[in-house]
C-alpha cells in the first residue's frame, strides 16, 4: 500500500475519525448570530391527512458537538454559542421580515417565502399568532437540546413565541433526548397568562433525530457515537412523554453499493415505525464536506442514482405504517437524464403530498442509455 493510501485510509477509532473528519473540511460561511440562515414555507401532509403549511427557519447557532461522517451543516454554524436571546431574536426576525412581505433570500431550491400568510386577521398585531401556518420547524444544524447550541435560558420565550402554531418539530441527536425535551413539551402547553381565552389546542411537540441507518457496521463508522439500541431508548422515552418522533434515514451512505443501499433504506424505515415513528425523511447522501469527496476517491462512496430514491419512497409510501417524504433539494444532481427529470421530480413531490404510489415516469431516453 502506498503511503497516500494509508494517509486516504478512513481510521477504525472514533477519535482518529474526528481528526480525519476535520481534516477534510473547508471553510465555513460567515453568519450573523442574530439571523437565522435562511427560513421559507413548505407544504407538508399533517398526520391528520391535510396538506399544511410549515414554516421552516434554520437557526443560527454554535456547531454540533459530534463531526458525523456524511454532515455539512457545520458550513453554517458558529464556533461559540449564541447570547441568551440571539435565537429568538432570529425567529422573530423570520416572522417580522414576513409579515411586512419581504421576501428572503433564495434556499437552494425552497420557493416558498413567508411573505404575507402571517397576515389573517385571526389574532393579528400578536407576533406570535400565526393562523395560516400551521406548523413549525425550528432546525438549528445540531440539537435542539445542546445547551452549548440553544440556551436553556430561552426555553420560555421560544415556548411562547411559537404555542401559537399546531406542531413545533425540533431535531436532536438521540444522546440528548431527556429531561430538556420534556421541559420545552411543558412550556409549550404552558397558558399564557396574558390571553383574555385559554387557546382551542395544545401544540405537539415533535422530535426529529438522525438514525441515518439500520446497518449496524455503516451507522458506526459514520461517527455518530450512537448504537441502534440507544436510538431505540430515546425513542422510547420520546412515546412514553408523548412525543411525536420524526425520522432522518440516509439513502445510501458511504459504503455501500446501490443494490445495499436501497436494501438498508427499506430495513431502515422498517426500523424507525418499529421504534414509533409518525413519520420518516428519506435524505439522498450529498457530496459537499469534503470527507465524502476524499471516500469518493477511493471507491467507498458515491451519491445515490434518483432511481433508488424513488425505489425508497415507494416502498416506504406502500408500507402504509406513516408518513414518509423524500427530500427533494437539489435532487437533479441524483439523475443523470434531463429529459425525465422535471417530471420525476414532480412525480416524488406529488407523493410527498399525497402519500400515495403514483406511476413511474417511462422515458424513451433513459431506455436507449441502459440497452
Same mark, same amino acid.
Given at each position: 500500500? =502506498? ?38 414555507? &413548505?407544504?407538508?401532509? +399533517? ?5 399544511? *403549511?410549515?414554516?421552516?427557519?434554520? %437557526?443560527?447557532?454554535? $456547531? ?8 455539512? @451543516? ?5 464556533? $461559540?454559542?449564541?447570547?441568551?436571546? +440571539?435565537? %429568538? ?5 423570520? @416572522? ?10 433564495? !434556499? *437552494? ?30 432546525? !438549528? ?17 421560544? #415556548?411562547?413565541?411559537?404555542? #401559537? ?5 425540533? $431535531? ?16 409549550? !402547553? ?21 438514525? &441515518? ?8 463508522? @459514520? ?14 422515552? =420520546? ?16 459504503? @455501500?453499493? &446501490? ?22 425523511? %428519506? ?35 406502500? =408500507? ?27 412525480? =416524488?413531490?406529488?407523493?410527498? %403530498? ?7 415516469? +417511462? /422515458?424513451? /431516453? ?6
Amino acid at each position: 500500500m =502506498l503511503p497516500t493510501d494509508v494517509m486516504h485510509e478512513y481510521p477504525d477509532h472514533p477519535r482518529e475519525r474526528d481528526r480525519w473528519v476535520l481534516a477534510r473540511r473547508g471553510a465555513r460561511n460567515q453568519l450573523d448570530p442574530f439571523k437565522p440562515r435562511a427560513f421559507f414555507v &413548505e407544504e407538508e401532509r +399533517a398526520e391528520s391527512g391535510e396538506v399544511v *403549511s410549515v414554516a421552516t427557519i434554520l %437557526l443560527t447557532n454554535r $456547531e454540533c458537538p459530534w463531526r458525523c461522517l456524511m454532515c455539512d @451543516l457545520w458550513k453554517n454554524t458558529l464556533t $461559540e454559542t449564541v447570547l441568551v436571546g +440571539a435565537v %429568538l431574536a432570529q425567529i422573530d426576525y423570520a @416572522l417580522d421580515q414576513c409579515r411586512v412581505g419581504v421576501t428572503p433570500a433564495p !434556499n *437552494s431550491g425552497k420557493t416558498l417565502a413567508f411573505n404575507c400568510l402571517l397576515t389573517a386577521s385571526q389574532g393579528e398585531g400578536r407576533r406570535d399568532a400565526c393562523p395560516t401556518l400551521r406548523q413549525i420547524k425550528l432546525y !438549528n444544524s445540531g440539537s435542539f437540546f445542546d445547551p452549548r447550541a440553544i440556551p436553556p435560558e430561552d426555553y420560555v420565550a421560544i #415556548a411562547d413565541r411559537v404555542r #401559537a402554531f399546531e406542531r413545533v418539530i425540533v $431535531e436532536c441527536h438521540p444522546a440528548l433526548v431527556g429531561e430538556s425535551a420534556l421541559e420545552f413539551r411543558d412550556l409549550l !402547553n404552558a397558558v399564557d397568562a396574558s390571553e383574555a381565552r385559554p387557546p382551542v389546542h395544545r401544540p405537539k411537540l415533535e422530535v426529529a433525530m438522525g438514525l &441515518e441507518t439500520a446497518h449496524p457496521e455503516v451507522l458506526a463508522k @459514520l461517527n455518530k457515537r450512537m448504537t441502534l439500541d440507544q436510538f431505540r431508548r430515546a425513542a422510547e422515552f =420520546l412515546r412514553q412523554n408523548e412525543i411525536a418522533l420524526r425520522v432522518f434515514v440516509l439513502v445510501k451512505p458511504p459504503f @455501500l453499493d &446501490e443494490a445495499e443501499a436501497l436494501h438498508w433504506a427499506e430495513r431502515s424505515m422498517d426500523f424507525a415505525f418499529d421504534c414509533g415513528a409518525t413519520v420518516v425523511s %428519506l435524505i439522498p447522501t450529498r457530496f459537499g464536506n469534503g470527507a465524502l469527496e476524499a471516500l469518493a476517491e477511493h471507491g467507498e462512496f458515491s451519491p445515490p442514482k434518483l432511481a433508488t430514491l424513488e425505489a425508497a419512497l415507494d416502498y416506504g409510501i406502500a =408500507l402504509k405504517r406513516g408518513r414518509v417524504f423524500a427530500d427533494l433539494w437539489d435532487v437533479e444532481q441524483f439523475s443523470d437524464c434531463k429529459e425525465c427529470l422535471e417530471r420525476r421530480r414532480v412525480r =416524488l413531490g406529488e407523493m410527498n %403530498l399525497r402519500q400515495t404510489t403514483q406511476p413511474r415516469v +417511462a /422515458c424513451e /431516453c433513459c431506455r436507449e442509455r441502459t440497452r
